[in-house]
């Protein structure tokens, strides 16, 4: 193929604006089905499942890890969440909506961690 018939074929697809989301937008999410203006060679290729994927990873550590995972990702989350909401972040995507409820909720899951890791050191002394 020249040059010329590659701007051709390239000139007859979809504009870029259909091919690129917004800075924000990450893609559909689980349940959601792409956007139907999408065309071409998206349009064919099947949703990819990948937060599944992830998830079961998460929950694979935490089975594994127990209380420290939880400790881990609650507290990861936690200063993540901090630090979105010192620069001004006040709504979020997770299912919460509200930062500072996001924020409470980590924090209580890093509070159930450290007394499960209590729990697993003080019951393993006796």
């Not at 020249?2 to 504009?15: F, K, L, N, T, V």
């Not at 079961?56 to 630090?83: N, S």
Request: aromatic share 8%; hydrophobic share 45%; with cysteine.
């Amino acid at each position: 193929m020249s040059g010329e018939e590659d701007a051709r074929r390239i000139a007859a697809g979809p504009p870029p604006s259909e091919l690129v989301g917004t800075a924000h937008d990450d893609g559909p999410h689980l349940g959601e089905q792409p956007p139907s203006s999408v065309s071409g060679a998206q349009a064919a290729a099947p949703y990819d499942p990948l937060r599944l994927c992830i998830f079961a990873t998460i929950a694979l550590l935490g089975w594994l890890a127990g209380p420290v995972a939880l400790v881990v990702f609650a507290g990861v989350g936690f200063a993540g969440y901090w630090k979105a909401r010192r620069a001004g972040l006040t709504r979020s995507k997770c299912y919460l909506r509200d930062t500072r409820l996001v924020l409470a909720y980590l924090a209580a899951l890093t509070a159930a961690g450290l007394w499960g890791i209590y729990s697993l050191v003080a019951g393993v002394g006796r």
